[in-house]
C-alpha cells in the first residue's frame, strides 16, 4: 500500500532523510519510534507529499507522491492524516470539522456527508458533541474528532504523527482505544508514537529511526525480543522505563 | 485677541446661497464616508491578495508582494497623492491624460485608489501577521484532508486570520477615514475642506473645526462600536488568544 523506496531529504545542507527505505502492506500496521529529531515526523509527512523530498521514491496505492504529474490534493484526500496537537479546525463546529472535506473535496452533499459524520461520531464515542466547538472539548475529545475527520474521508490509509503525546495521561487511552479498534478492522496504518503498549498489541512492525536513518525495521516480537541494535535498545530501555 | 463666539452661524446661509453651514459640513462628511469607503473596499480586496502571496510558497509570487508592501508604505501618502494626481497624468500617453484631467470627480476618484492602494499596504501586512501567526499544522491539516491550496486559505486560514486581526483591521478603517482629509490637497470638497472653507467665509474658525471634530468622533465612536458587535458574532467559542486553542480539560 506504502512503498517508501530509498528516500533522502535535505532542509538547505542538513540531511534529515538518509536513504529510508520500508513499506506498510495493505492492513498492516507499523509503529515508527525513535528519539526526538531523528526524522519520523518528516518521513511521514513524507508519504502524503506535505514535505517535499529530493530523492527516492514513495508509492502510495501504486501511484508516486513525488511524481509533478501526480494530483496531491486528490492522493491526500485518500490518506487520513492525524497530528500531534490535533489541528481541528477551531472555527468550524464539530460537525463541519467532519463534513468539509467531505463536501469541498469529494463532493458530497451537505446531507450525505452528515449522515457519514455521525456514523463516525458514534463511532469514537462523541455523537453529542456535534455541535460543540473544538475549544470547548477536551484534548482527548479533539483528537478522537479529528480521527472521526480524517476517516470521514473513507481512507485508504492512515498516518498518525504522535496522536497522543500532547494529551493529559488520563485522556490517552481513550485515543488509544480508538485507534486499536480502528487496527483491529483492517486499516493500513502508519504511526508515530512511543506507546509501546499500543505497540506491543496492534503492530505487526516497528520501525525505529536515529538522525534520519531507518536503524531497525524488524516484526513485532523481534523487535521486542532479543535481537536488535544498541541504539534502538538504548532507546527502548529509556522509554519502558518512564 | 477679541474673538466673537458664534454658534449660531451653522443654521446661517452659506456662500453658496442655497445650504446652511451646517449643510455644507454635512455635505462634507457624506464625501468623507465615499471616500473612505470605497477606498476601504480597494484596500481589503488588494491588501487581501497581497497579504495571502506573502504568506505563499511561490518565491516570485512572494517577492512580488514584498515590493508592493514596502513600495505603498514607505512613500508618505501626501507625496502618493500628487503623483496620482499631478504626475500621473503627466506620463502617460497624452490622450489617457487628457482624459484623466477631464474626469468628473477626478479628485474624488484619486483619493479612493490612491488611499485605497495604500491602505491596501497596510491590511496585507496585517493580514500576514494573522496568517503566520496560525499553526503550521492548520495548514497542513488542510492540505492533508485533500483541499487545495487555494480552499485551505479559503476555508482553514483566512476565515482565523480575519477574525485575529480584527481589531487592527478597525484602527485601519479609523485611520482610512482621517487620511482622507489628504484630499483636500487636491481639492476634494471633504470634511476637512468644508470646515475650512467654513472657516474661510464665516471667519469662525473655532465653530467650524469645533463641528467638523465633533463628526469626526462620533463617526468614530459608531465604527469602533460597530466593529465590537462584529468580533463577537465572530467570536470563536472556546478559543482564546492568537494561535493557541484552548485548552479545556
Ligand atoms: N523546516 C525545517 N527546517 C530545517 N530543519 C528542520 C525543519 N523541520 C524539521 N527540521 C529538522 O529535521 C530534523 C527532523 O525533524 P522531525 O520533526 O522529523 O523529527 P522527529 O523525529 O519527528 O522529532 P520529534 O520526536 O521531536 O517530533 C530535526 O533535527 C529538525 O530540527
Ligand atoms: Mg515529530
Redesign the interface.
Known sequence: MIEIDNVSKWYLDFQVLKGCSTNVAKGEVVIVCGPSGSGKSTLIKCVNGLEPFQKGNITVDGISVGDVKTNLPKLRARVGMVFQHFELFPHMSVLQNLTIGQIKVLGRDEEESRVRAFKLLDRVGLHEFADKFPGNLSGGQQQRVAIARALAMDPIAMLFDEPTSALDPEMINEVLDVMVALAKDGMTMMVVTHEMGFARSVANRVIFMDRGEIVEDAKKDDFFGKPRSERAQLFLSKILHH | MKYNWNWGIFFEISPDGVHTYLGSLMFGMVWTLATALSAWIIALAVGSVIGVLRTAPNPWLARFANGYVELFRNIPLLVQMFLWYFVLPEVVPSSIGTWLKQLPNASFYTTVFCLGLYTAARVAEQLRAGILSL?S??R?????????LP?TYR??LL??AY?IILPPLTSEFLNIIKNSAVALTIGLMELTAAARSMQEFSFQVFEAFTGATIIYIVINIIVVNGMRILEKRLS?????SLGK?????
Not at chain 2, 497542513?140 to 487545495?148: E, F, K, P, Y
Not at chain 2, 470563536?236 to 482564546?240: A, R
Not at chain 2, 486553542?245 to 480539560?249: G, S, T, Y
Open positions: 499553526r499544522g492548520q497542513m491539516a488542510g492540505l492533508a484532508m485533500g483541499l487545495t480552499q476555508y482553514v476565515p482565523m477574525r470563536v467559542p472556546g478559543y482564546i486553542p484552548a485548552a479545556a480539560h
